[in-house]
């Protein structure tokens, strides 16, 4: 296999001129303010994107609400041909994806590569799905009646998505939403605007109708998720964030009875038994903890380690993160990139303090790199107290927190003192105990021996203050559909012919 080409910076922010003017039927030639996008590796602009105003959002909802026949009632082959081409556009584009998503977003270039491979599978599954009717058929038990079960969209859709997997996000929603019949308007997250625009762009010439997949830039999400949902017309709202905004999401809905789907906040329990292949547990723990610079819903936020193994795991693993290479995500063989943003710098510098200030030990001293760019060193600490924020808090940066624990029942009591419940890992070369543990870890998603867990094939979601609804697999497409239950008379004296 031949290496990927090195990326033209300067083309391909040349290449973004034009992209951020919005063309959604619901705001064209109506949005005069526009932001800029910055590069959180050097705070350089890269481009600047209309930032809407909310009082549009009625129009969007109208221009959406006009379609919402019309692409229901495609067949759900033609819908599934136009995922699939949207597939192949966005394999297709790589380069250009995921230079834009490595710039807006800093991750390193590997990873952005990855992350739209990863997109392009909820594009092919949800492609699959959309011909899959996962109706019932019954007999009523007592003669008479026939039953069927039958889905149709929800209609409107408002997909709300965060900053930190730009396209992943995406598609993960937008994909089954198409795939069901609803149309779609997408808000991303002001920090990372620019990947959903070109996804946008990619489905339409993929034959998604404009106003069947409209894309709103702004500033004002909190004014635009209000407006949106304040319209009876919107349906189903799929929000990916924080919990704080999960719940505000929750009390808009309730005036409209909107359906919803939460993708949110994490507090992976990353737990490594005494019996675990250490290199595989170090690996693993280095992929969940430092994939997205640590700033992802499943990255292992309470390293949990069993003694007999915890010396040795917390050495190799403060080893292996120092020898990560920072830098912009463009640079060849770059591994780390710099947080999302200055105040998420900030959290994460205050994390450490107040860790380390209550006694934490530091196996690896991280924080801060001077200079431009939100450059965070990777830090490990171990015997983290118990009362200190990071214990409780959603880290969001490459610091790996690690308590020791003594029997499994231990380790399972520490993993289970979280309201969160979205993703957990367990590590042990004994099958059952692994399993044994995981069983009892209350996270909507298991990681068994490995440190990635979402796949597009297969429920993606949490429990608790984590969320409700799944992404992925076939929840994650009937999830954007509503239950039907005809009940046919159907009376013996004209059905059953005696004959
Ligand atoms: P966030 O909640 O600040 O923002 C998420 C989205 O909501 C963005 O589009 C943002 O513009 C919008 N938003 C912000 N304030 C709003 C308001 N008041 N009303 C309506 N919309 C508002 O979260 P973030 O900082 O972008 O992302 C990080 C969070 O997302 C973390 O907690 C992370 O765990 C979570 N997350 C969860 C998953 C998952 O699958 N469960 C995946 C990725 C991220």
């Given at each position: 296999m031949t290496a990927p080409a090195a990326i033209d910076r300067a083309a391909v922010v040349a290449g973004l001129e034009g992209l951020g003017r919005l063309t959604a039927p619901g705001v064209r030639g109506r949005v005069e303010a526009d932001f800029a996008v910055d590069d959180p590796a050097?705070?350089?602009?890269?481009?600047?994107?209309?930032?809407?105003?909310?009082?549009?959002?009625?129009?969007?909802?109208?221009?959406?609400?006009?379609?919402?026949?019309?692409?229901?009632?495609?067949?759900?082959r033609e819908r599934a041909d136009v995922l699939r081409r949207a597939h192949e556009l966005v394999l297709a584009d790589e380069d250009r994806l995921a230079a834009v998503m490595t710039l807006e977003m800093g991750k390193p270039l590997a990873e952005s590569r990855a992350e739209v491979r990863?997109?392009?599978?909820?594009?092919?599954?949800?492609?699959?799905?959309?011909?899959?009717?996962?109706?019932t058929y019954r007999e009523a038990p007592n003669g008479g009646a026939k039953l069927l079960l039958t889905r149709r969209a929800a209609g409107v859709a408002v997909l709300i998505t965060p900053w930190n997997f730009p396209l992943a996000m995406g598609t993960r929603k937008a994909a089954p939403a198409l795939a069901a019949g609803c149309t779609v308007i997408l808000k991303p997250a002001a920090l990372t605007p620019l990947s959903a625009l070109l996804l946008a762009d990619l489905m339409h010439r993929a034959g998604v109708p404009e106003e069947a997949l409209q894309v709103v830039t702004t500033t004002d999400s909190r004014g635009w998720s209000a407006g949106l949902m304040a319209d009876p017309r919107v349906r189903k709202v799929s929000f990916t964030g924080s919990t704080r905004v999960g719940s505000t999401i929750i009390r808009q809905s309730a005036e409209h009875v909107?359906?919803?789907?939460?993708?949110?906040?994490?507090d992976a329990p990353f737990?490594?038994?005494?019996?675990?292949?250490?290199?595989?547990?170090?690996?693993?723990?280095?992929?969940?903890?430092?994939?997205?610079g640590g700033q992802a819903c499943v990255a292992a936020n309470r390293i949990l380690v069993q003694e007999g193994i915890a010396d040795e795991f917390t050495a190799e693993l403060a080893r292996r993160l120092?020898?990560?290479?920072?830098?912009?995500?463009?640079?060849?063989?770059?591994?780390?990139g710099p947080l999302i943003s200055g105040s998420a710098r900030e959290g994460a510098c205050a994390l450490l303090e107040d860790a380390v200030g209550r006694g934490a030990e530091v196996?690896?001293?991280g924080g801060a790199v001077n200079g431009a760019g939100h450059f965070?060193?990777?830090?490990?600490?171990?015997?983290?107290?118990?009362?200190?924020?990071?214990?409780?808090?959603?880290?969001?940066?490459?610091?790996?927190?690690?308590?020791?624990?003594?029997?499994?029942?231990?380790g399972v009591a520490l993993a289970n003192e979280t309201r969160f419940g979205l993703a957990g890992y367990v590590f042990s070369q004994d099958i059952d105990r692994a399993m044994g543990v995981a069983h009892s870890l209350r996270t909507g998603v298991l990681g068994v021996n490995k440190g990635l867990v979402a796949d597009a094939t297969s429920e993606f979601g949490g429990n608790g203050y984590s969320g409700y609804g799944r992404e992925g697999?076939?929840?994650?497409?009937?999830?954007?559909?509503?239950?039907?239950?005809?009940?046919?008379?159907?009376?013996?004296?004209?059905?059953?012919?005696d004959v």
């Open positions: 050097t705070g350089e602009t890269l481009a600047r994107v209309d930032d809407a105003p909310a009082e549009l959002a009625e129009s969007v909802v109208d221009v959406a609400a006009r379609a919402q026949v019309a692409w229901e009632h495609r067949t759900p990863f997109s392009a599978e909820y594009l092919r599954w949800f492609s699959e799905e959309a011909v899959r009717d996962y109706g909107q359906k919803l789907s939460l993708e949110l906040g994490g737990v490594v038994l005494d019996d675990a292949d250490l290199d595989r547990a170090v690996e693993g723990a280095l992929v969940s903890k430092i994939r997205n120092g020898e990560l290479r920072l830098g912009h995500g463009l640079d060849e063989g770059v591994q780390l196996a690896l001293a965070f060193a990777p830090a490990v600490l171990d015997d983290v107290p118990a009362d200190s924020d990071i214990a409780t808090n959603e880290i969001f940066a490459p610091i790996a927190a690690v308590r020791r624990f003594a029997s499994d029942a231990e697999g076939v929840e994650g497409m009937t999830d954007f559909q509503v239950l039907r239950q005809f009940n046919i008379d159907a009376p013996a004296s004209k059905w059953q012919l």
